[in-house]
């Protein structure tokens, strides 16, 4: 009995791990790559201060995990940066856990 109860913890737990947004990326790396394609430098001139104000701006535009990738591509699209799938997933975790925080 005691096996079966740990078993369905275990279920539990890796369905809650899958289930996260972007949970192949690493936020600490993100904000690391944030910084060096020096993400905010636009952002800043749109709303001022460290520019971070875009992700929670009233009415911003990202409300969706698909549209943060969407999005993501077409700013590093601007700058013609070439980032990686992977680096879009470690970008897209570092925005998530700071400001959209999509479960
Ligand atoms: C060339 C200028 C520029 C650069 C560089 C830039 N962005 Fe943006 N970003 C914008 C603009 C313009 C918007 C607003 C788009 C809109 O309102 O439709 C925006 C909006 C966003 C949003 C959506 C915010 C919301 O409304 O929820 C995200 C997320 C974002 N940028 C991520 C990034 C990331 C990550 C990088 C670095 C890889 C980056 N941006 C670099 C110009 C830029």
Do not use: W
Not at 26 to 43: E, I, Q, R, T, V
Not at 53 to 64: E, G, L, S
């Amino acid at each position: 009995m005691q096996k079966i109860f740990a078993t369905l913890a275990l279920l539990t737990l890796t369905t809650t791990v899958l289930a996260t947004p972007f949970a192949n990326g690493d936020p600490a790396n993100g904000k690391k790559l944030f910084d060096k394609y020096k993400c905010n430098s636009c952002h800043i001139d749109m709303v001022g201060g460290d520019g971070s104000a875009i992700f929670t701006r009233p009415n911003h535009k990202v409300t969706r995990p698909a549209e943060l990738s969407a999005q993501m591509k077409r700013c590093s699209g601007m700058i013609g940066a070439n980032i990686t799938a992977q680096e879009e997933e470690h970008l897209a975790a570092y925005l998530n856990q700071q400001y959209y925080k999509f479960k």
